[in-house]
């Protein structure tokens, strides 16, 4: 009953309260005065508010009880209305609420005030907020100032209050607008000092504390009805639905709510959506939910610690985009049977963490869970997952896309199958040009394949990290360039495990396709290299650069030639063939070719078999 007659007082009062204007009180047009009773004081003098507008009765530093406060009100501001109190006093609870100039409280019993709650009524309480601040014993000013109709001072507690400071502040525009409004009970605190609104955080997070009870209204409805909402409490379940300043939950039990659920009703609910989000215990925040869906979890014992709670005309933007409310990234972590019900009953939606993986959970339109999965746009951002997991570092192959996710599962880099791509490879290096190569490659985005020698890579191997790690391929061109028809079974292996040893030294880890040197191969030659794995890579595009050695001729024979699927042999050992790429690179992005490894075109091509010979894809 008691939080019934605090929301008729704050939805008077219109919830558009401003804090940060305390101090910018022009001019006071109201005169607040009293007169208090002290412990071992008797009724102090009558006093009245100074230039900052603020009353001040009682002592502080002497350790007396406030027994009985007067306040009296005069009111200039130019709208109509009054304020009246009520006080909490030792014993024997809460007075009715009282108009000012009226005796509160007690002399002669020794009985302390322990709470004091004041309101505006009328007009005035559009325009006006009513701001008070208790003194209290052990506390102090550690709650700091409350508003209209909130508790200062504690019940429950046997403290007493010492002093109270009131004043009024206009507000700095009166709001008629719709809002909901909200005040929760927590654990080791009671309830919250102060009403919040609109999307406020009501109660605490990082301080492991149970909300209790929590009470909800709507604030100035522009339209008919209300709000409803029921909380499920630690052994006892979901309780009955509560309406309009109803308490839901309970208090003195120590038992914590678990879920929420809240819809609103009559034309509220043809008008307006209600969105909610709640901190549970080892999750965070969780998703919003939205009219009647479940906020919390129901079969897990994990303690709410927060709500948030909003209401926005239906057709608006939904909490996720609304400014200062920004979606969070739990870290949280489950066993396997809870992790499997989380999802599959809905109780979540968003990001989460369970047995060192993370998954995105999307809430369908029936209320289950499921895992996000393949590429998934989330919030902008492309994201990858595999079997429901973010992959971190992978290389996806889906929709004849290729996808490569960074160390957060952020895609970086998407090869489309839909669009043309040609493979640049360079032989026969690394040398002091391939460098300048892979500038260009790097200026624009693109990517090739660089055959090596065995033999030279020791020379280079900042060059060959550095094509590495720009997410160019490195082949094998053997180790000092033989005729691999005119090799033995046994030379033809040591050529290419030597290389490999080289390659794996530097970049830690061996090639998986080999360029025979001058191409030349046959079924014997193709065989034996089937048993390290690799396929053989010929080419569809000779730009004869060795022969040539004509920068403007090897640009001619790839722009004349090349098409999509194509594969060009260029030799970075040649400075001409450097110089050609300058014009290369740029000319085919420009021309909408995606430049590619060879290993990505045969990925989205159909792949490749050890021992395989390919010219183009
Ligand atoms: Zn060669």
């Not at 607040?32 to 009558?46: C, I, Y």
């Not at 007396?64 to 109190?85: A, P, S, V």
């Not at 002091?432 to 890579?457: H, P, R, W």
């Amino acid at each position: 009953m008691v939080f019934k007659k605090i929301v008729s007082a704050v939805l008077t009062a219109a919830m558009a309260i401003s804090f940060t204007g305390l101090s910018a009180l022009a001019e006071t047009t109201y005169t607040l005065g009293g007169v208090a009773h002290v412990q071992d004081q008797g009724d102090t003098e009558a006093v009245w508010n100074g230039e900052t507008g603020e009353l001040t009765l009682g002592s502080r530093g002497l350790s007396r009880r406030l027994e009985k406060i007067n306040i009296t009100f005069e009111n200039n501001t130019g709208y109509g209305g009054g304020l009246e109190y009520r006080v909490h006093i030792q014993d024997y609870g809460w007075t009715e609420w009282l108009p000012a100039g009226t005796d509160a409280g007690t002399a002669g019993q020794s009985k302390r005030l322990e709470g004091i709650e004041i309101r505006l009524t009328g007009d005035l309480a559009a325009y006006y907020n009513v701001l008070y601040r208790a003194h209290i014993q052990d506390y102090g000013d550690a709650q700091g100032w409350v508003a209209n109709g909130a508790l200062a001072g504690t019940t429950g507690e046997s403290k007493r209050v010492e002093e109270i400071v009131v004043k009024l502040e206009a507000k700095s525009a009166p709001s008629f607008s719709t809002s909901v409004i909200y005040h929760v009970h927590r654990q080791d605190y009671g309830w919250e000092s102060d009403w919040k609104a609109n999307g406020a955080v009501s109660g605490t997070t990082g301080q492991a504390k149970r909300l209790e009870a929590i009470t909800l209204s709507i604030s100035d409805p522009a339209v008919s009805g209300g709000i409803k909402y029921r909380t499920h409490v630690q052994d006892i379940g979901w309780q009955d639905w509560k309406c309009d300043g109803d308490l839901s939950g309970t208090t003195g039990m120590g038992k914590r709510l678990e879920a929420i659920q809240i819809e609103l009703t009559g034309e509220m609910a043809s008008n307006y959506d209600v969105y909610y989000r709640v901190h549970v215990e080892g999750f965070g925040w969780l998703g919003w939910a939205v009219n009647g869906e479940s906020a919390g979890t129901s079969g897990l014992s994990l303690r709410l610690e927060a709500i948030q709670v909003m209401v926005a005309a239906k057709g608006s933007a939904a909490p996720e985009s609304v400014a200062g409310i920004s979606s969070v990234r739990p870290e949280c972590s489950f066993s396997d049977a809870d992790f499997d019900r989380i999802v599959s009953e809905g109780l979540y939606s968003g990001w989460i963490t369970a047995g060192g993986s993370t998954y995105y959970i999307i809430k369908n339109a029936d209320g289950t869970g499921s895992l996000a999965n393949g590429v998934v746009n989330i919030d902008g951002t492309d994201f990858v997952f595999e079997n429901g997991k973010l992959a971190p570092n992978q290389r996806i192959v889906s929709n004849n896309k290729i996808y490569y996710t960074d160390g957060s599962g952020n895609v970086y880099r998407i090869v489309d199958g839909d669009k043309p791509m040609v493979a640049l490879t360079f032989d026969d290096g690394p040398t002091q040009y391939t460098s300048q190569i892979l500038d260009i490659l790097e200026a624009n985005g693109g990517k090739a394949t660089f055959f090596v020698m065995g033999c030279l890579v020791s020379g280079y191997p900042g060059t060959l990290q550095r094509a590495y790690n720009m997410g160019c391929q490195i082949g094998s061109h053997t180790w000092d360039h033989p005729t691999l028809t005119k090799c033995s079974a046994d030379k033809i292996l040591q050529e290419l495990n030597s290389t490999d040893a080289a390659v794996q030294a530097i970049i830690g880890c061996p090639t998986s396709i080999m360029r025979p040197p001058g191409g030349a191969q046959n079924g014997t030659v193709a065989s034996i290299i089937a048993q390290t794995g690799k396929p053989l890579i010929l080419w569809s595009v000779d730009t004869r650069d060795w022969e040539n050695k004509n920068s403007q001729m090897i640009i001619n024979n790839v722009l004349n030639n090349v098409k999509d699927g194509s594969i060009v042999l260029m030799h970075d050992r040649l400075e001409c063939t450097a110089v050609a790429c300058q014009t290369i690179i740029p000319t085919l992005t420009a021309q909408g070719y995606q430049l590619v490894t060879v290993e990505e075109l045969a990925l989205l091509n159909g792949g490749m078999v050890p021992g395989g010979v390919y010219r183009s894809f």
